[in-house]
């Protein structure tokens, strides 16, 4: 660690990944987002395990897809965006079948506990509409560590908004997916080349000391 005019900078990944300044971020793991990745079996099996060992030592803080802004507020945007997404015509009716369909529940495998923390919110960031940066200013937090679906869209997004507000991302790169490994390899590229953090579970563990 270097003292540069009196702020402290976090250089090994042991110092970054302290627990008492990190959170883990699980990000949009829901049923029906897990459907739509290329290594669903695989990315469960190491997300569990990776929040099995972790539990218990520092924060969890859970992402949730809304359903919507109220009727008439949402932007123009929001739904193009959607209607390309997921290639229909009208996707607040999509929307609303698949909430009442249990669809968009986080996935039991790795459902929150008591404790953590659930977070709805409506764009590609957890920081815009919603208390998330309160909470971390709260808690001391310096370090985000990311896991969850899509790398491309809401985790790389995220993470750029945390880098942007200093925090110090971390992305477990066996513990995120997206719906083509194409994706998922471009975006882990491009945020390493932010120099962003993007170790694997095993990494990560033991640098909280696992």
Excluded: H
């Amino acid at each position: 660690m270097k003292n540069i005019d009196g702020i402290p900078v976090y250089e090994t990944l042991r110092e970054i990944i302290d627990p008492s300044r990190s959170c883990l971020v699980v990000w949009d793991v829901q049923n029906a987002t897990a459907e739509r990745i290329f290594n669903k079996d695989e990315f469960i099996k190491n997300l569990k395990n990776f929040t099995g060992k972790l539990r218990g030592k520092i924060p969890f803080i859970y992402s949730k897809i809304a359903v919507g802004l109220p009727k008439g507020f949402a932007s123009s945007w929001s739904y193009y965006w959607r209607m390309k997404m997921f290639n229909v015509s009208n996707p607040e009716d999509m929307f609303k079948s698949i909430f009442s369909s249990g669809a968009m529940e986080i996935l039991e495998d790795v459902k929150p506990s008591e404790g953590d923390i659930v977070i709805e919110k409506y764009t590609a960031s957890l920081f815009i509409g919603t208390y998330f940066e309160n909470l971390l200013r709260n808690k001391g937090v310096t370090t985000l560590i990311f896991t969850g679906i899509a790398t491309d869209i809401g985790i790389e997004s995220s993470a750029r908004d945390a880098a942007n507000r200093g925090f110090y991302p971390v992305i477990v790169s066996d513990c995120v997916s997206s719906m083509s490994k194409e994706s998922y390899d471009r975006s882990l590229k491009s945020m390493e080349n932010m120099f962003f953090i993007c170790e694997n579970s095993q990494a990560v563990a033991e640098a909280v000391g696992l």
